[in-house]
Nanobody, 112 residues
Framework: QVQLVESGGGLVQPGGSLRLSCAAS????????MSWYRQAPGKERELVAR????????TPADSMKGRFTISRDNAKNTMYLEMNSLKPEDTAVYYC?????WGQGTLVTVSS
């Protein structure tokens, strides 16, 4: 059974950093594309970053390039999102996605 469990969200001041984790079970993360999405209040869910089965990464949005880094630990079957220089507009629920499944999300709040 596929399961995705996010963790690592919280309250952080502008300019701060957080690392989100997505622990996967029921499949090997090295065999499938995995993604981070986020949804801010009143907005549509948007793609944050994606990592391919081969380990190639992409961060489509210019607003996140250079600040957000996706990675994975194959031994732990876990994907990560390192977020630096956080801004209030990064406030959102962050979701892990793979194989059509979604995690429950983890809330990131950037505020002073």
């Amino acid at each position: 059974q596929v399961q995705l469990v996010e963790s690592g969200g919280g309250l952080v001041q502008p300019g701060g950093s957080l690392r989100l984790s997505c622990a996967a079970s029921g499949f090997a993360i090295t065999r499938y594309v995995m993604s981070w999405y986020r949804q801010a209040p009143g907005k549509e869910r948007e793609l944050v970053a994606r990592i391919s089965a081969a380990g190639g990464t992409t961060t489509p949005a210019d607003s996140m390039k250079g600040r957000f880094t996706i990675s994975r630990d194959n031994a732990k079957n876990t994907m990560y999102l390192e977020m630096n220089s956080l801004k209030p507009e990064d406030t959102a629920v962050y979701y892990c996605n793979a194989l059509g499944y979604w995690g429950q999300g983890t809330l990131v709040t950037v505020s002073s």
